[in-house]
């Protein structure tokens, strides 16, 4: 037969705390933990207790326990940004002539600073003037008279590209006959004719540099004319 079932008595708490009621306090756990948005450490410590005792205390009364990734509202992180970071290295470096903060870590000078820095005897490739071998043809490009031809070829032709019509830098001024083999047409105006940058490169891919000639250019010019730009 089956026995009869007896009563038993609420176990009696043993904490011997004033506030021990509290654990068995279901109202005032809850207004605590959803209300105040306190931790199950935190109630112990109001009590006070250890943390089993409340966790006890929210099973047995049957009080729905928050998720893991809950921030309580008594939980304060210190930050972790910026010099509080621990990989921090002191952040981006500044340049050193202006103070510019630089985008690259290993950058000692910003864009604007290393241009001027880097010049005359502190670029690399500097060597002093007795050292230097400028050529008959680099003399001969960087006197007026050069100059001077190749703007005379450019107001002839406004500027504009003789095969594509188009004006777009970089504009450069072309001999027909060769620079290296015509020396007696190097200023001459009628020797020269106006390109782009584009149509420039692919007449010398097609011709190489040196020993060039009108007629290779009219060839040229009247291949690439029949393609549409």
Request: charged letters at 30%; hydrophobic letters at 30%.
């Amino acid at each position: 037969m089956r026995k009869a079932r007896v009563e038993t008595k609420p176990r009696k708490s043993k904490l011997t705390c004033p506030n021990g009621h509290l654990t068995r306090d279901k109202a005032w756990l809850e207004e605590k933990y959803f209300g105040e948005n306190l931790s199950i450490a935190k109630i112990a410590k109001l009590i006070p207790c250890d943390y089993g005792t409340i966790h006890k205390a929210f099973k047995r009364l049957g009080i729905a326990f928050k998720p893991k990734h809950v921030t309580y509202g008594d939980i304060t992180y210190p930050p972790r940004n910026g010099k509080h970071n621990g990989m921090w290295t002191g952040g981006r470096p500044s340049c050193l002539d202006c103070g510019v903060k630089l985008a690259a870590y290993t950058a000692l000078r910003c864009v604007k600073c290393k241009s001027l820095f880097y010049r005359g005897e502190n670029n690399p490739q500097w060597l002093p003037p007795e050292l230097r071998k400028v050529t008959e043809a680099e003399q001969i490009r960087n006197s007026a008279e050069y100059k001077d031809w190749r703007l005379s070829v450019w107001a002839r032709d406004k500027t504009k590209c003789r095969i594509c019509g188009v004006r777009k830098d970089p504009m450069v001024a072309h001999h027909l006959d060769g620079f290296n083999a015509f020396p007696e047409k190097r200023f001459d105006v009628d020797n020269g004719v106006t390109l782009c940058d584009f149509h420039h490169i692919s007449f010398h891919s097609n011709y190489g540099f040196g020993n060039n000639t009108k007629e290779q250019f009219e060839k040229f010019k009247s291949e690439t004319t029949e393609m549409t730009y």
